[in-house]
């Protein structure tokens, strides 16, 4: 199983950024493709970004296009997600998963992930 660790949250004035990053350790981190979601109070995690195994597919939240970047450094094992025009509403505990299955692509389903974090806090303030 994959053990996995995020860094980069913070409190952000809206219009801001944040980079946050995503340690893997435990298994080939280049086999499995990586998720990004999120959840804020009161409200169901969500989708937010993906990429695959490889880094040449990616995959984003229609609320977050554009203005969301995922990528992956596969040799230093990790997983980012650039955040860019920041809004009160992307305020949330970020999380990024990693795919059960190896070798698959990018996945919007929650069901498909098998390994999470423990999260990050994105605060956006108005």
């Known amino acids: 199983q994959v053990q996995l660790v995020e860094s980069g949250g913070g409190l952000v004035q809206a219009g801001g950024s944040l980079r946050l990053s995503c340690a893997a350790s435990g298994v080939t981190f280049s086999s499995y493709s990586m998720g990004w979601f999120r959840q804020a109070p009161g409200k169901e995690r969500e989708f937010v970004a993906a990429?695959?195994?490889?880094?040449?597919?990616?995959y984003y939240a229609n609320s977050v296009k554009g203005r969301f970047t995922i990528s992956r450094f596969n040799a230093k094992n990790t997983v980012y997600l650039q955040m860019d025009s920041l809004k009160p509403e992307d305020t949330a505990l970020y999380y990024c998963a990693a795919r059960e299955v190896p070798y698959s692509g990018t996945s919007a389903d929650i069901k498909d992930y098998g390994s999470w974090g423990q999260g990050t806090q994105v605060t956006v303030s108005s």
């Open positions: 990429i695959n195994w490889s880094g040449g597919g990616t």
